[in-house]
């Protein structure tokens, strides 16, 4: 009996296979290249159309001051520094032109501490983190980065070669960020280092000898001996501490649709040479210095 109603059941699910192949909804899909792996994230990148802030507009957050040679005369908007650059280059990529960029003021430690955001992207040399990736999402990196020390001539930290000479000098860095990270958990000084709100605070620390010396990002080092604090000079970069570069990345939400879209234009920015030809222009100063290792 059991046999001659088997006919009927594989006729049965021949149909239903059929269907299925028809409606192309039944069995798992093979991920399509290139689509996000996140929650909340999408895979459509219409130019100009994306379900972003503000409908036909792009808003983009960054830090005030916003410091050279980043950004210029402290205006984001003017598309001058290498990260307003990098700003108008992604917006374009992704269908927006300059007049559908609004920029917002969005404190450092701001851009990456967890809860909803109010821009569509951020970006003020935000270094991509597996702790920050807890709270926010980040696109590919647009700038592979160095940490670089920076004293006064005349301070005993000048003259340090390695890493074991910055042990017994008095460090400062900016809170939150990876210089700091690189004094306590690279250099691991005797004495606690100095931390301040903003970049600012840790420059005139260093003008007035309240620290030997502090941390920053190479160009940002290059820029503040050259323009800032001409007594002062790079002592050297520190030395890559996992085999991968430091990398910048423009910082979304968590739950952002927007952040696969995002890292396509910076890698089609990558690819296409336009970030080098950026970088050339607008942080060629930032020489190479030596390696405190």
Not at 109 to 126: L, M, R, T
Not at 250 to 268: I, K, Q, W, Y
Request: net charge negative; with cysteine.
């Amino acid at each position: 009996m059991h046999l001659a109603r088997r006919p009927l059941v594989i006729t049965a699910l021949c149909s239903a296979v059929a269907l299925c192949a028809a409606l192309a909804g039944c069995a798992p899909q093979a991920e399509e290249k290139g689509a996000p792996d996140r929650p909340g994230a999408t895979a459509s990148c219409a130019p100009g159309k994306l379900a972003t802030q503000v409908p036909g507009k792009l808003t983009v957050g960054t830090d005030k001051p916003a410091y050279a040679p980043w950004f210029a005369d402290d205006e984001p908007s003017n598309g001058k520094g290498f990260e307003s650059a990098v700003a108008y280059a992604v917006a374009k990529e992704l269908g927006y032109g300059r007049d559908a960029v609004v920029w917002q003021h969005v404190p450092f430690n701001s851009a990456f501490a967890p809860g909803a955001k109010k821009f569509d992207f951020d970006i003020n040399q935000v270094s991509i983190s597996d702790e920050r990736k807890k709270a926010v999402a980040f696109s590919s990196g647009y700038y592979d980065v160095r940490q670089a020390v920076v004293a006064l001539k005349s301070s005993k930290a000048a003259k340090a070669k390695s890493v074991a000479d910055l042990k017994d000098v008095k460090l400062g860095a900016q809170v939150g960020t990876t210089s700091l990270d690189f004094i306590t958990g690279l250099v691991k000084p005797e004495e606690k280092p100095a931390v301040y709100q903003r970049n600012d605070f840790a420059k005139s620390a260093l003008k007035t000898g309240q620290v030997d010396a502090i941390v920053v990002d190479l160009p940002t080092a290059f820029y503040i001996t050259g323009a800032e604090v001409p007594e002062a000079e790079v002592v050297g970069q520190f030395a890559e501490s996992t085999g991968e570069p430091e990398q910048f990345g423009l910082v979304l939400d968590r739950e952002s649709a927007l952040t696969s879209c995002v890292s396509g234009a910076v890698d089609a920015l990558r690819e296409d040479g336009t970030l080098a030809g950026l970088e050339k222009e607008w942080l060629s100063d930032a020489v190479d210095a030596p390696v405190l290792r």
